[in-house]
Nanobody, 120 residues
């Protein structure tokens, strides 16, 4: 059983900040890569940032140094610090966790999403 739970979304004015959290757990295997994605109305879901178990990070070009992804010491909770938010950042933000099973196979699990709304 794998659980992925996002929190921290909300309404903020342009230029403001929000910190999203993604808490993961698994009863078998271990969580490896965790990524944040977003989906705005009428648009496809897109990668925002990801972090590997070795803390290698990847960011979308539109982040432009405004967002920072990090991981807690246990490795199962990931944070997305979002600064200098823009109205175009408005979207539902989803967390995706990759689980590596004891036998080596991997599977992806999505959270339910958290709404981020940025007013102009």
């Amino acid at each position: 059983q794998v659980q992925v739970v996002e929190s921290g979304g909300g309404l903020v004015q342009a230029g403001g900040s929000l910190r999203l959290s993604c808490a993961t757990s698994t009863s078998t295997g271990r969580i490896t890569d965790i990524g944040w994605y977003r989906q705005a109305p009428g648009k496809q879901r897109e990668l925002v940032a990801s972090i590997s178990s070795g803390e290698y990070t990847v960011y979308a070009d539109f982040v432009q140094g405004r967002f920072t992804i990090s991981r807690d010491n246990a490795g199962n909770t990931v944070y997305l610090q979002m600064n200098s938010l823009k109205p175009e950042d408005t979207a539902v933000y989803y967390c995706k966790a990759k689980r590596r099973a004891p036998w080596g196979g991997t599977s992806d699990y999505w959270g339910q999403g958290t709404q981020v709304s940025v007013s102009s």
